[in-house]
């Protein structure tokens, strides 16, 4: 019989597991029957903990496909104050799509927990490797390569990680690397009018100096910089920065107090010391990083959507075992959580709007290439999506809310907002569902 989670996220006894089933969505029948979570995932093995959430192995009912599901409490949260932290994980995770970042599937949450279902990677921590010994040095380069394409591309939607290090990294069963734990994570808007982040958050050991200085940071950098620490607990096998007393861990931190042992290159040690340089303003940037010689070598870049791309979803398919928008989709969709840092970039920002329609994804693309053409704009097929593009660009994704209904995101940028708001959102008007007499709209 699987196992199954209490109210504390605690696994139950055997004996406990059939009185908790009602509770937990199992379905609590006959002998023998199997326990489930909501009838959609069965329950498996713990993979880890914390101090405000576990992580079980699970199977997908569905599909018998294996993930990860982290059970956060909700009580914890509220006491800890956590709340925006989860929010704002929850709408980060739902927006980043890069093969070396930890995908989250959906959430799903009952009056007390919260559960975080993820893709599961079955090659377990990098750490628990890292332990057994050093890596060589083009075993290093391989997953440092794999950790700065995900982290730049969280930066270029506006994302700072801030808690990297080996233990928030996972490896898939091809053993390739796989970033996840987003909970200390950082979006533009918390930016202050300063330029900078101020929260003081982050593991000692790879925590940079200018958090440490407490006069605020670029989050950009300080990722730079534990990407740098990996980097080299990867090739020596023990961390660059260390000392049983913490204080005196933390001014080698901020002086950049480190050696490199002798078997690593002369390119490699270079290549350390630009990224761990105490001093933000002249440390590498990831684009540096990646005009790097020692970096390059053998560097194969990864394709992903860029900012001006999108994907068209009609989930009347398979649509990567999700039928439907679930609750987490549509809180993530409204204005309380605000996701417009995600789509900002230094060269142009991009909002977006919702609302949901009765129409076919086929129907409601067409009708907008035909308003969009009306108004001299030109349509880009890309894939199974549109982009439109004149003074401005707009991008359409749609989800399928229901067997009917369709939530339909609208997202422009450039100077010509007032072009959508006056010519073309009108003339759209007629796909939007309305329900006793209100219009269906989430933003």
């Known amino acids: 019989m699987p ?20 509770a937990s969505g199992g379905s609590g029948g006959a ?17 880890g903990c914390g101090a405000f959430a576990k ?86 380069r391989k997953y440092f390569q794999q ?9 270029s939607r506006g994302v700072f990680h801030r808690d990297l290090k080996p233990e928030n990294l996972l490896l898939d069963e091809n053993w390739e690397l796989k970033v996840t734990d987003f909970g200390l994570s950082a979006l533009t808007d918390q930016i202050r009018p300063d330029g900078l982040l101020h929260t003081l958050c982050g593991t000692p050991a790879y925590v940079a100096p200018e958090i440490l200085a407490k006069r605020g ?22 961390l660059p920065f260390n000392d049983p007393n913490l204080m005196v861990m933390y001014r080698k931190i901020y002086k950049g107090e480190f050696r490199c042992p002798k078997w690593i290159s002369p390119d490699l040690k270079l290549f350390l010391t630009r990224i761990l340089d105490p001093n933000p303003i002249t440390r590498i940037s990831v684009n540096e990083i990646l005009n790097d010689p020692w970096f ?48 900002d970039n230094s060269r142009n920002r991009v909002t977006s709007e919702m609302f949901v329609s009765a129409e076919s994804p086929e129907r409601i693309i067409e009708r907008i290439e035909v308003v969009a ?27 399928r809310l229901t067997e009917e209904l369709m939530v339909v995101e609208v997202k422009r940028g450039g100077l010509g907002h007032d ?13 939007i569902y309305k329900s006793e007499g209100r219009a269906a709209g989430l933003a």
């Open 147 to 155: 950790l700065i394409s995900a982290i730049g591309y969280c930066h």
């Open 31 to 47: 002998e023998g029957d199997s326990v489930n979570l909501f009838k959609k995932y069965e329950l498996g093995r713990l993979l």
């Open 217 to 238: 940071y670029d989050g950009a950098k300080v990722d730079v910089w534990s990407c740098g620490v990996i980097l080299y607990v990867l090739s020596a096998g023990y």
């Open 55 to 140: 992580v079980y192995h699970a199977r997908d009912l569905r599909t018998g496909q294996s993930v990860a599901i982290k059970v956060v409490n909700k009580q914890r949260i509220l006491k800890g104050n956590l709340t925006a932290n989860i929010k704002r994980e929850i709408s980060i995770m739902r927006w980043l799509r890069h093969p070396h970042i930890v995908r989250l599937h959906e959430v799903l949450a009952t009056k007390t927990r919260i559960y975080f279902v993820m893709e599961f990677a079955k090659g377990g921590e990098l750490f628990a490797k890292v332990v057994k010994g050093r890596f060589s040095e083009d075993l290093s």
């Open 373 to 399: 053409k009306e108004e001299g704009m030109k349509v880009v097929k890309k894939g199974q999506g549109i982009r439109l593009e004149g003074n401005f660009t707009v991008m359409v994704e749609i989800n």
């Open 296 to 343: 390059k070598k053998g560097y194969k870049e990864i394709k992903y959507p860029a900012d001006n791309e999108f994907e068209f979803k009609d989930s009347g398919g398979d649509m990567e075992g999700n039928m439907f928008l679930n609750a987490f989709d549509i809180i993530s969709y409204s204005s309380g959580v605000d996701l417009s840092g995600l789509f």
């Open 419 to 431: 072009i959508w708001k006056e010519k073309l959102k009108p003339k759209l008007n007629d796909l």
């Open 3 to 22: 196992e199954i989670i209490d109210e504390e996220g605690n696994l139950l006894p055997p004996a406990a597991i059939r009185e908790a089933a009602g």
